[in-house]
Every structure is written in structure tokens, then in C-alpha cells.
Nanobody, 127 residues
Framework: QVQLVESGGGLVQTGDSLRLSCAAS????????MGWFRQAPGNERQFVAG????????YYADSVKGRFTISRDNAENTVYLQMNNLKVEDTAVYYC????????????????????WGQGTQVTVSS
């Protein structure tokens, strides 16, 4: 099973960009579907974006569509979340998640579909 470590969070202003990274340990990263979730204070954790294990299929929450891009580099065991045109409402702790998935083209949206989670990285967007 992989272990996940997120990085790249920080304090930015409205309209700025950030790129989050999620580094995975282990030699089977390419067999894992990956996702990004976020949790703002007082709110439940919510899906942000997901990517399939091998064919690059992606899916986004409506709130980030057109602004965020999820990608992965299986050679580097890393999944990224490029966040552009950040808004105050994007402020949250961002979590990376993984689940072993053998079809290669499935994006997992539900939290319950993932069984490995990172520790989270804080993103704060000020106006």
C-alpha cells in the first residue's frame, strides 16, 4: 500500500496560483486512482478532483472546473493539483487520497472509495 505526503500549500491572494504535490511511496503507484479533497473549517470534506490510474481520465467538482487541473507523473510517483485564479472560498486543508484500481479508467469521487490518505496541506486565500 502506498503512503502519501502532500506539499505546496501556503498563503496567497485572490487570483493567484498554487500547485499542490502529493508524493507516493511504493512501486505500484500507477495502479492507484488518485483524488484531491478539501475541508474548510466547519465543513465536511469534499471532492475536488480525481484522476484514473493509467489512462488519465479526470473529473472535477463544479466549483473548481476550469480553474484547477489534476495531473500525475507515474514515473515520479506524484500527483499534482494546479490551482489557478484562486478564490477566498478555496481556503481549506487539501488532502490527497489513493485507492488501488485495476481498470485504469475509473475516477473515484466518493471519499469512501479511497483507502489511503495524506496528512493534508493548508491553502489560505486572502482577499
Amino acid at each position: 500500500q502506498v503512503q502519501l505526503v502532500e506539499s505546496g500549500g501556503g498563503l496567497v491572494q485572490t487570483g493567484d496560483s498554487l500547485r499542490l504535490s502529493c508524493a507516493a511511496s511504493g512501486r505500484t503507484f500507477s495502479s492507484y486512482a488518485m483524488g484531491w479533497f478539501r475541508q474548510a473549517p466547519g465543513n465536511e470534506r469534499q471532492f475536488v478532483a480525481g484522476i484514473s490510474s493509467s489512462d488519465g481520465t479526470t473529473y472535477y467538482a463544479d466549483s473548481v472546473k476550469g480553474r484547477f487541473t489534476i495531473s500525475r507523473d507515474n514515473a515520479e510517483n506524484t500527483v499534482y493539483l494546479q490551482m489557478n485564479n484562486l478564490k477566498v472560498e478555496d481556503t481549506a486543508v487539501y488532502y490527497c487520497a489513493a485507492v488501488r484500481e485495476t481498470f485504469g479508467s475509473i475516477v473515484i469521487v466518493a471519499q469512501s472509495g479511497y483507502d489511503v490518505w495524506g496528512q493534508g496541506t493548508q491553502v489560505t486565500v486572502s482577499s
